[in-house]
Each structure stands twice: as C-alpha cells, then as structure tokens.
C-alpha cells in the first residue's frame, strides 16, 4: 500500500473517530445510499462480485442502523421495520440479480437520508 493511500485511510480513521453521534449517521446513510447505487449499477453491467460486495456492505450499514436503535423513541419501531424490508430486498436484489430492487431499496433510502441530513443541520443550527 503506498503513502497516499495509507494517508487516506487514516484521515478517513479521524474523521470518523472525531465525528459527532448525528454526524456518523448522516455519514453511515451517506455510504449506504453509495453502496446501493454502487450494487445497482454493478448488477445492471452483470458483475456479480461487485453487486455482492457492495450490497452486503449496504446489509452490514443496515444491520448497524438497526442495532443502534432505542425503544426510547416512539418512531424506532417503524425505523426497524424499515431496516428489515431493506435487509429482505437487498438479499433478494443480490441473489436474484436483480437492479430493480436495488434501485427501490434506493427510493426509500435517499429521502430517508436528506431527512436524517436536514434534522442534522437542525440540531447544529439550534445548539449554535
């Protein structure tokens, strides 16, 4: 691995550790809305290996999304619900080969995301 390349990586390493609890899950719905279009777009050119990987990362995002949520919250029940429809069609999109359900597992993601972005920017603004 050369220089540039471990350099990267560890400033990714900060940026996460230095990150604040709002911040990491608008970066973890950031890179699982890129895993999705990266699977899609590998299922549509038909490599498999590419699909697999990217869509499994995205099952991995999901699956922590998922673990992280409280029963504090009266809304978490309908998150998880959510998280498994997401799990179920991204399995189904990876084992069938199937970019249309890639694709609507990114119809719900992306306004899932500029909402969780939005109440983000809200809290910052607020504790300003």
Do not use: K
């Amino acid at each position: 691995m050369n220089a540039a390349v471990r350099a990267q990586q560890r400033y990714q390493e900060e940026a996460v550790l230095s990150a604040t609890p709002q911040r990491l899950l608008t970066m973890l719905y950031d890179r699982l809305l890129l895993d999705i279009d990266r699977g899609e777009a590998a299922l549509r050119r038909g490599d498999g290996a590419d699909a697999n990987r990217q869509l499994q990362h995205a099952q991995a995002i999901v699956a922590e999304l998922s673990a992280t949520l409280t029963d504090a919250w009266s809304g978490s029940q309908g998150l998880r619900d959510i998280y498994a429809f997401l799990t179920r069609t991204l399995i189904a999109a990876n084992v069938d080969r199937d970019p249309q359900q890639a694709h609507a597992c990114r119809e719900l993601v992306a306004p899932l995301r500029d909402a969780w972005h939005a109440a983000s920017a809200d809290l910052g603004a607020a504790s300003a």
